[in-house]
């Protein structure tokens, strides 16, 4: 299993090269009534797609996404893990027991505290989910190719901007952090 460095959570700060500019201006308020909108919809066609995704192998959208977060961030514990998503610590466990009888994720012991554990994915066991998931990796890098370096520079700003900004919003909603273990 290769590692997995765990990207740092991104501020979100003004940008500084740009003059401010009021949201109330009219050309600026439906720009950005049309991305939220656009927004939306993603966020609705992924939620859709991971739940369909589910369905084919039997599984929950949240089991999904937590593999998702998983392969993406690398191991974590459980502590960790219940912090990303949001669950609490008994429904973190059913989950990690979900996906370990499916056999796509492993617990094994915290090199660092003996009264963790870390939960990795287990990748050989992934096939299945990962072909249902590679005409929506084609697509999108396809689309992603039309774009020149210095618009997916910014299109990659927006992205992590937006994630920290809802990984933060979520915490807050659920009242959780996410302790070492739990």
């Known amino acids: 299993m290769s590692t997995f460095e765990k990207p740092s959570v991104t501020k979100i700060t003004p940008i500084k090269s740009r003059p401010p500019r009021s949201p109330d201006s009219p050309p600026l308020t439906r720009k ?24 084919r192998v039997g599984m929950h959208a949240t089991d999904i996404e937590t593999m998702d977060l998983l392969n993406t961030l690398g191991p974590m514990t459980a502590g960790e893990l219940a912090g ?21 994720v492993r617990r094994r012991p915290d090199e660092h505290d003996r009264r963790c554990v870390i939960v990795e994915p287990v990748d050989e066991n ?3 989910i990962g072909a249902l998931f590679q005409p929506l990796a084609d697509g ?8 020149a370096e210095s618009e997916l520079d910014v299109i990659i700003d927006f992205v992590r901007r937006n994630n920290a900004l809802v990984a933060e919003i979520n915490a807050r909603m659920r009242g959780r952090g996410g302790g070492a273990c739990y």
Do not use: H
Request: avoid cysteine; charged fraction near 25%; glycine fraction near 8%.
């Open 140 to 147: 999108l890098t396809e689309l992603w190719s039309t774009f």
């Open 84 to 104: 990303r998503t949001g669950l609490s610590s008994g429904a973190t466990t059913r989950l990690i027991d979900r996906m370990e009888r499916a056999g796509y």
């Open 32 to 55: 950005i009534e049309e991305l939220s909108r656009e927004m939306r919809l993603m966020s609705s066609f992924d939620a859709l797609f991971s739940q369909a995704v589910a369905e």
């Open 126 to 128: 992934l096939g299945e």
